[in-house]
């Protein structure tokens, strides 16, 4: 382990213990750390530090879920003996709040730059070799940086299907909701992974006529089936119209001043035509690593452009690391800050654990939000796990009755030979404020008997997890 | 270990396994997990199943507060871009929905009692010796128990001070608050603890002119300092007028038409008067324990009435057990409920562990919330145990911007030596919700390191309390 110097002296020279490119989530988080642990580092952005989560995806969607959200409740103001008149909104205002967030959110980064001593670096850089990075600057000019690490952490773009370019107006992405200063009257959004079910949430929250087409047979498919189950139903309940298993042509997707015009169906079955204002495709995000310099290095790269590594992050070149959405793991946020801090902790030799992708928490919020952590009943089956399950309902949960929302359940799963949690399951209010507990358990190896034996304040929503727990041995007190 | 049999037949018989003697959160956990482990279970109520927390306490007031928070919100709905014209509250329907809550749940505990085959007995019991009760049904007549094993759960009673009786119009209890049909124009509370400050918040926010006096140096004077000092800040920045080391003379307190008034200054220094419509004591609750026959058994009562028991609750009298309320431990319902647990499990031989009250998490529910769980700085401090003390404030946290409430901060103590978490202090939004991450990292014995290292979901308020485990360690990423 390196010397530990807090205040790291910055000055023109270009030699860095570790250059990281890109400042998402993962590369500034890896950033700090670094620096925490006494490594020179300098840190490359094109755009702007704190990448796609910051700046088009966790925080400014979140903000908007935030305002929609509320106003869904104002409208039943009366139902919690509050008076409120003539409610509405002003998606103005709504996105004014969000970049007032996301602007003290991107402050407090540059901030947190130069309080770590990082050397921040403005331009796009590529890669030549695996410890050389050339940026060209953005006021002009270039800077070449060396380093005995490298980390990549480029990052990932929205993507779209064969045939349907999105035009930014009729067929849009994420990233251009995000600049739209108005909601569209009616949205078929295509794919409901994470991304296509918040903003269904969103919109049908701000009272817009939402169809939401899914190619695999559940809503967030790579969930918990159970979790997908429930999450129609609510969505149905809300008057989003849900159809899975939807099939239609790219290709054929009409345009016109009038909107968006599709035929969808199952597989083989009739289909329908719909029209709707606009088509959002939500249908995942692709590796930014095409035009990196990659080819330059040893690291070894998958059909759809992800690098690979083991898990310490280690490419197959030594000394550089890739981390983020450039990697085949979840493309989550938090998800690259932990891959970021592995790296550089490995790269300061402070020995830690390597990542166990069965220990991060995935949250979706969406209403009813999901929150989850290790693995499905139907992954458990398909390594032939063995398992006890156990579940509790919200509408057994004093808070969440008293929220007014109490759709959804927390469902936990333990190998049914020493009882160990394997997967935590929740849908429901508020649930991703307690993923984290699954999170702390997992890496403990707790048993679901310790998880319920933990003593969970009353009356919380919290409960619902710990008698979830204790129903793994049919010992849930309150159902 | 008794053999488990999931339908108890109950028939006419008076010999129980177990007799428990009070229904409230405890008395009913005690049964549940009692009649899961097979024992034939009788429990006594006087009143109704639930207790004072489901029907005058934890349930009914955090219904009230939801109402109260979502008016106060609905005052800045513009600030979320969401329109809401005249804002008010009609506290006769706020008192209505509470109503509704509570039913739901008082019926959802009855079937409760039934599906585990209980013997639910309506009359007021007292104890004849340490296995025996004598209960004078509601409807005439009496029944005498017999128990191989006898719980007392007879819980606790709001109190008031000496020469300051309440007369339910002016003076009040939270009880009598619980009866009203109207909030006051003004209040004084006396008293900041939980139930004190949970009123302050819920007066205030509903436009109450609040004053909240307390004895001690400090609101929520068992919680660690700084908790404390936050919660009065924020009090403070919404208009609750609050005096510490607060001094009147509760035997001169004038009562009349215009309400009440008194004169209150610091210890030894000038007193100033203060009018208000109503006074609201909020200085504790008492044990119901004088008139329940434990002088016919041979468990020891202190001067304050509490009964003595070890960490498995049990009393000087072989058989004879006492949880809840009535014992001076944390008096809240979830730390009865385990109680309860403990005690069944004790007596029906499944070798539980001793109640660990440093596990216990706590949780007030006023605004911003106050969520706690093991030892304070001070408590630390006094014990001579050498710690490493790691903070994390809100308005460093995405989703506390988003949710647009970020005062507070989450605080973790560890251990000097081996970095073991001994306290987690959290003040801010939703943070009940999360404290019993903290219940499981204790349970389990966790280390600052390991709690922080958990990978908590982006972006969500119990990042924060990660933060905070890492900045035991100087390893904060976003502060």
Redesign the interface.
């Known amino acids: 382990m390196r010397c530990y110097h807090p205040a790291v002296a910055v000055g023109s020279s270009n030699d860095f213990d570790l250059v990281i490119l890109g400042s998402g989530?993962g590369g500034y988080?890896a950033a700090?750390?670094a620096a925490?642990l006494g490594l020179r580092t300098a840190l490359v952005e094109r755009a702007k530090i704190g990448g796609t989560?910051l700046h088009v995806g966790?925080?400014p969607t979140?903000?908007m879920l935030?305002?929609a959200e509320?106003?869904a409740?104002?409208l039943h103001?009366?139902?919690?003996?509050?008076?409120?008149?003539?409610?509405?909104?002003?998606?103005?205002?709504?996105?004014?709040?969000r970049e007032g967030?996301v602007e003290?959110?991107h402050k407090?980064l540059q901030s947190?730059v130069k309080k770590n001593g990082i050397e921040y670096v403005a331009g796009r850089g590529r890669l030549e070799g695996g410890k050389k990075v050339r940026v060209a600057l953005g006021e002009g000019g270039e800077r070449i940086l060396q380093g005995t690490d490298v980390i990549l952490a480029t990052g990932s773009r929205v993507k779209s299907l064969p045939g349907l370019e999105p035009d930014g107006e009729r067929v849009v992405t994420s990233d251009d909701l995000m600049r739209l200063d108005r909601a569209a009257e009616s949205i078929v959004i295509v794919g409901a992974g994470a991304v296509g079910v918040e903003f269904a949430s969103l919109y049908a929250d701000l009272g817009v006529k939402v169809t939401l087409l899914e190619y695999l047979p559940s809503l967030v498919p790579l969930e918990d089936a159970e979790i997908g189950k429930e999450l129609e139903r609510a969505f149905r309940r809300r008057g989003i119209e849900v159809m899975t298993n939807a099939r239609f042509d790219p290709a054929a997707v009409g345009r016109g001043d009038g909107g968006v015009r599709l035929a969808v169906g199952p597989e083989g079955g009739e289909r329908k035509e719909l029209r709707a204002e606009m088509l959002l495709v939500a249908v995942g995000r692709a590796p930014v690593t095409d035009d990196v310099g990659l080819e330059t290095t040893r690291a070894k790269v998958d059909a759809r452009g992800f690098v690979e590594t083991d898990r310490f992050m280690r490419t197959a070149e030594p000394h550089f690391y890739a981390i983020g959405d450039i990697v085949p793991t979840f493309a989550?946020?938090?998800?690259a800050?932990?891959e970021g801090?592995v790296a550089v902790e490995r790269i300061a030799g402070t020995d830690p654990?390597p990542i166990d992708y069965d220990?991060?928490?995935?949250?979706t919020f969406c209403r009813p939000q999901v929150?989850t952590l290790g693995k499905s009943e139907q992954e458990c089956a398909a390594a032939g796990i063995a398992v006890k399950v156990g579940k509790f309902p919200f509408l057994?949960n004093?808070?969440a009755?008293?929220?007014?929302e109490y759709e959804g359940f927390a469902k936990v799963i333990a190998r049914a030979d020493d009882g160990r949690v394997v997967g935590v399951h929740l849908i429901g209010p508020?649930v991703?404020?307690?993923?984290?507990?699954a999170?702390?358990?997992t890496?403990?190896e707790?048993t679901a008997w310790?998880?319920g034996?933990?003593?969970?304040?009353?009356?919380?929503?919290?409960?619902a997890?710990?008698e979830a727990a204790l129903a793994v041995d049919?010992?849930a007190?309150?159902?």
């Not at 989550?332 to 998800?335: K, R």
């Open positions: 989530t988080s700090f750390r925490q989560c966790c925080i979140k903000a935030e305002s509320f106003y409740r104002v103001a009366a139902d919690f003996g509050v008076r409120a008149e003539n409610p509405g909104f002003d998606y103005a205002a709504i996105v004014k709040r967030i003290r959110l407090g947190l989550l946020a938090h998800v800050a932990h801090i654990e220990e991060m928490p995935r949250a929150a057994a004093g808070k009755l008293i929220g007014g508020h991703s404020d307690f993923i984290g507990e999170s702390v358990a890496l403990l707790a310790e998880m034996g933990a003593v969970h304040p009353h009356p919380t929503l919290s409960e997890l710990g049919g010992r007190i309150n159902f």
